[in-house]
Structures are given as structure tokens and as C-alpha cells.
């Protein structure tokens, strides 16, 4: 079955990225339905947008002809999609199943598994890009899967995506993602350890940050991280857990290949994960570098 322009769309989960992604599928003029595991939140979201809210994964996804997931993980994902009352038990089977959270590579294996076990169509999507690019529906999604399936969905993505990139099998969109995330781990670490270094040498911390934003190899989230840097506001769009949480995907993934400089970091980001620092936003890192240099 081809998905129309204007679909029935569930948005399982409804953090910072569920909930602007279920807005914009609402602006498009999409049917939406929403769960989330804290009822309060998604009658919140549903009456913010016109949504309709479920009691259950299973109760929200019955005349959906696409279900997005947006959890933070492996566990919550597996509850949404298999646990009590689970999603993919109910789903249509003419229906297509996403997840687009940040998942291992190992649980997006099985979760293709056993959606093939129930004959039902999916697809792994995890996003590139943070709450304002969702709000103004610019997301880079990464989609594994059939491209045939991802043809049928291609209008649904495309309200909340600025670009849609298949990459191959369910598992490769992320693998691709945490690649990403890890990178972008590696640099926002390493940017506010130089920062650091640039201050403790007696350089003012505004010029560092000044100098470091306008060269040609700091790009667009880079530099809204110096900014949020200099700002010292460390409020989360991507929390310093979650972090930790997907470099330990990366070490999982990586199968024993040395990764020096990924571990490094790995190492920092696990480190403020155990601290009160655990819910900042990744730029908030700089807090616990910054203060080893006493700046």
C-alpha cells in the first residue's frame, strides 16, 4: 500500500525531539496520535497540536498507516515496540514501521527481525540535527531499510526532515548515526578542552572563542557550541547521558578495532554521566573541562 500525502501517524515517545517532530507532523496536515510513557506529557503535546493521545504503544498504532518511534534507547524501544501491550503486535500490516530513535546496532538488527516475524514493513531512521532544526522541520534523516518502503513514507519524513539519506540495510542507518554522534562528541570535547588551554595561556576566553568560530573547519554546530559555550548555557538538547549512552553503542559496534580517540572521549563523556552534570546538554562539557583550568 502507497502512503498517502496526508497519513494517520503515531508518534510513539514524546521527548524534545517526539514532541517537534509529532508538531510538525500535525502542520502538514497529518492525522497524528501520540503515546508517551508519562500520560500528563502527551496530553499536553496532543492538545498543543490537534493530536489525539492512546493509553497504550498497541492502542496508539491500530489505524496507523505509519508508527514513528522516538525513544532513548535500546530498553525503551524494545518496551514500546515488544513489551506489554507493544506496538508491533498491533501495527497493520500494510502499515510501516519506523524507528527513529538512537538505537544500537544490535537492537536495530532485531527489531527488522522480528518485524519481518510479524510481516510487517520497517524501516530505522534516526535524525541528525537538534530542537531547532526539528521545529523548522530541517532534520537529516538517516534511513535504513527497503527503498521501496521508504518511497511509500518518503511524505511523512519529509515534514519534519530537510533531507532524507537511505544508507542501506536497518542496522547501517545506525551505524551511521552513532558514527555521527561519536564525531560530533570528539569535537565539542576537544573544542572546549582547547578553549581551556587557549584561556589558561592568558589569551581572554571571548577572543579564543571569537577566533575558533570563524574558522572555515568550525562548522554551523560547532559554532553554536562555542556560542552556548561563551553563554554558559549548557541547557539540554542533546544531554550528556545520552552521550555517554551512544558512545557506548560506538564501543559495542566497533567489534574490537582500536579506537583511541573515540574511547578518549568516551571516557569524558561517561565520566560527567556519573555526575550532577549527567542531564547538561553536550556543550556542557566545557563546565567540567573549563574548571580543571581554573577559567
Same mark, same amino acid.
Given at each position: 500500500?502507497?502512503?498517502?500525502?496526508?497519513?494517520?501517524?503515531?508518534?510513539?515517545?514524546?521527548?524534545?525531539?517526539?514532541?517537534?517532530?509529532?508538531?510538525?507532523?500535525?502542520?502538514?496536515?497529518?492525522?497524528?496520535?501520540?503515546?508517551?510513557?508519562?500520560?500528563?506529557?502527551?496530553?499536553?503535546?496532543?492538545?498543543?497540536?490537534?493530536?489525539?493521545?492512546?493509553?497504550?504503544?498497541?492502542?496508539?498504532?491500530?489505524?496507523?498507516?505509519?508508527?514513528?518511534?522516538?525513544?532513548?534507547?535500546?530498553?525503551?524501544?524494545?518496551?514500546?515496540?515488544?513489551?506489554?501491550?507493544?506496538?508491533?503486535?498491533?501495527?497493520?500490516?500494510?502499515?510501516?514501521?519506523?524507528?527513529?530513535?538512537? !538505537?544500537?546496532?544490535?537492537?536495530?538488527?532485531?527489531?527488522?527481525?522480528?518485524?519481518?516475524?510479524?510481516?510487517?514493513?520497517?524501516?530505522?531512521?534516526?535524525?541528525?540535527?537538534?530542537?531547532?532544526?526539528?521545529?523548522?522541520?530541517?532534520?537529516?534523516?538517516? !534511513?535504513?531499510?527497503?527503498?521501496? !518502503?521508504?518511497?511509500?513514507?518518503?511524505?511523512?519524513?519529509?515534514?519534519?526532515?530537510?533531507?532524507?539519506?537511505?544508507?542501506?540495510?536497518?542496522?547501517?542507518?545506525?551505524?551511521?548515526?552513532?558514527?555521527?554522534?561519536?564525531?560530533?562528541?570528539?569535537?565539542?570535547?576537544?573544542?572546549?578542552?582547547?578553549?581551556?588551554?587557549?584561556?589558561?595561556?592568558?589569551?581572554?576566553?571571548?577572543?579564543?572563542?571569537?577566533?575558533?568560530?570563524?574558522?572555515?573547519?568550525?562548522?554551523?554546530?560547532?559554532?553554536?557550541?562555542?556560542?552556548?559555550?561563551?553563554?554558559?548555557?549548557?541547557?539540554?538538547?542533546?544531554?550528556?547521558?545520552?552521550?555517554?549512552?551512544?558512545?557506548?553503542?560506538?564501543?559495542?559496534?566497533?567489534?574490537?578495532?582500536?579506537?583511541?580517540?573515540?574511547?578518549?572521549?568516551?571516557?569524558?563523556?561517561?565520566?560527567?554521566?556519573?555526575?550532577?552534570?549527567?542531564?547538561?546538554?553536550?556543550?556542557?562539557?566545557?563546565?567540567?573541562?573549563?574548571?580543571?583550568?581554573?577559567?
Amino acid at each position: 500500500m502507497y502512503i498517502a500525502d496526508v497519513s494517520n501517524v503515531t508518534v510513539l515517545g514524546l521527548g524534545a525531539m517526539g514532541e517537534r517532530v509529532a508538531g510538525r507532523l500535525a502542520a502538514a496536515g497529518h492525522a497524528v496520535t501520540v503515546w508517551n510513557r508519562s500520560s500528563a506529557a502527551a496530553t499536553r503535546v496532543a492538545g498543543a497540536i490537534g493530536a489525539t493521545t492512546a493509553s497504550s504503544p498497541a492502542a496508539a498504532v491500530t489505524d496507523a498507516d505509519v508508527v514513528l518511534c522516538m525513544v532513548a534507547d535500546d530498553g525503551a524501544s524494545r518496551d514500546v515496540w515488544l513489551g506489554d501491550d507493544g506496538a508491533l503486535d498491533a501495527v497493520r500490516t500494510d502499515a510501516v514501521a519506523v524507528e527513529a530513535s538512537t !538505537v544500537s546496532v544490535q537492537w536495530s538488527r532485531e527489531l527488522a527481525e522480528h518485524a519481518a516475524a510479524a510481516d510487517v514493513d520497517v524501516l530505522t531512521a534516526p535524525v541528525v540535527g537538534s530542537r531547532p532544526q526539528a521545529e523548522a522541520g530541517a532534520l537529516f534523516s538517516l !534511513v535504513g531499510g527497503d527503498t521501496e !518502503v521508504l518511497r511509500r513514507v518518503e511524505p511523512v519524513l519529509g515534514a519534519y526532515s530537510g533531507t532524507v539519506r537511505h544508507v542501506g540495510r536497518p542496522e547501517d542507518a545506525a551505524v551511521m548515526k552513532l558514527a555521527i554522534n561519536a564525531v560530533f562528541g570528539v569535537q565539542v570535547a576537544a573544542y572546549a578542552e582547547a578553549v581551556g588551554v587557549v584561556a589558561r595561556a592568558g589569551i581572554d576566553e571571548s577572543t579564543a572563542i571569537e577566533v575558533f568560530t570563524g574558522l572555515p573547519i568550525t562548522g554551523p554546530g560547532l559554532q553554536r557550541a562555542l556560542g552556548l559555550f561563551a553563554a554558559r548555557d549548557f541547557a539540554p538538547n542533546f544531554p550528556i547521558r545520552l552521550v555517554a549512552k551512544d558512545f557506548g553503542y560506538v564501543e559495542q559496534m566497533s567489534d574490537g578495532v582500536s579506537t583511541e580517540i573515540l574511547d578518549a572521549a568516551a571516557s569524558v563523556f561517561r565520566d560527567a554521566a556519573n555526575t550532577d552534570d549527567a542531564d547538561l546538554d553536550i556543550t556542557g562539557i566545557a563546565r567540567a573541562l573549563l574548571a580543571q583550568w581554573e577559567c
